[in-house]
């Protein structure tokens, strides 16, 4: 797949599932945005793309996603495809004291910076009709583990987000989809899965067993979910969530 001369923005891209993605579009031609919170990180990944636009910014920050866009237009000209992957987790039982500090940083950073990017981007998307890609969970689709109400709440929420803004922007030529991994191999699940279980076995141990398929992807096979949905052989996909999980869903061991 070529993505010569179009423009990508991937928030989130100094790390993980993020910087797979940054890295594939460009090595398939795009011109790249970047963003990220850890200046160190995003020149890492920055060095391993060819000529991108490296953005040091906060997703929860208005002026910042702001700055996001109009920067990444001023530099590039335009602006193809939104990849809304920034995210994160907090543990917190409804029970506890911070139960609402925990919902209101959860959902600001997992949903409420992707619906405004999303507000942001979507004019010069339809210029281009370019396409929206949200990078979700299959924690919006079950409950995975306890203490994360939160998390799971705002990825249902992405879900549903995407299949309205799919709805709302096709008569624009734009699509919106989204990526619902699994557990994934990155840079964050490495350190947690030296955790050990009740049962004696590593985090990553435990999870790759709850698989129909025995295995955890890696940051990559995702990347290449994310190319597949923004390229021309996706044309006649839009309001779909994608579920890449190794079977996780699906297992009945």
Same mark, same amino acid.
């Given at each position: 797949m070529s993505f010569n001369d179009k423009v990508v923005i991937v928030t989130g891209g100094s790390s993980g599932i993020g910087a797979a993605i940054a890295i594939d579009f460009s090595a398939a031609g795009a011109k790249v945005c970047i963003t990220g919170r850890d200046k160190k990180k995003l020149d890492n990944i920055a060095k391993k793309c060819k000529n991108p636009l490296a953005i040091l910014a906060?997703?929860?920050?208005?002026?910042? %996603?702001? $700055?996001?866009?109009?920067?990444? +237009?001023?530099?590039?000209?335009?602006?193809?495809?939104l990849i809304n992957n920034a995210g994160?987790? *907090?543990?917190?039982?409804? *029970?506890?004291d911070n139960a609402m500090e925990v919902y209101d940083t959860v959902m600001n950073t997992n949903l409420r910076s992707t619906v405004y990017l999303t507000h942001l981007a979507a004019p010069h998307l339809i210029k281009t009709k370019g396409n929206i890609i949200n990078i979700s969970s299959i924690c919006g689709q079950t409950v995975m583990g306890t203490n994360t109400?939160?998390?799971n709440v705002s990825k249902a929420a992405v879900d549903h987000f995407t299949r309205?803004?799919?709805?709302? *922007?096709?008569?624009?030529?734009? $699509?919106v989809n989204? +990526?619902?991994?699994?557990?994934?191999?990155?840079?964050?699940?490495?350190?947690?899965?030296?955790?050990?279980?009740?049962?004696?076995?590593?985090f990553k141990q435990h999870l790759t067993q709850q698989t129909a398929l025995k295995r955890l992807s890696e940051t990559k096979e995702i990347a290449d979910l994310v %190319?597949? *949905?923004a390229s021309e052989k996706a044309k006649g996909i839009t309001g779909s969530l994608f579920v890449a999980d190794n079977g996780f869903l699906v297992n009945t061991d």
């Open positions: 906060d997703i929860t920050v208005e002026n910042d %996603l702001k $700055r996001i866009v109009d920067e990444t +237009v001023k530099h590039f000209g335009k602006l193809d495809i994160m987790g *907090l543990p917190a039982s409804i *029970l506890s109400f939160a998390y309205s803004v799919a709805s709302e *922007l096709a008569s624009s030529g734009v $699509r989204s +990526v619902n991994p699994g557990p994934v191999m990155s840079d964050g699940f490495e350190a947690v899965s030296q955790i050990m279980t009740d049962k004696g076995i590593t %190319l597949f *949905l």
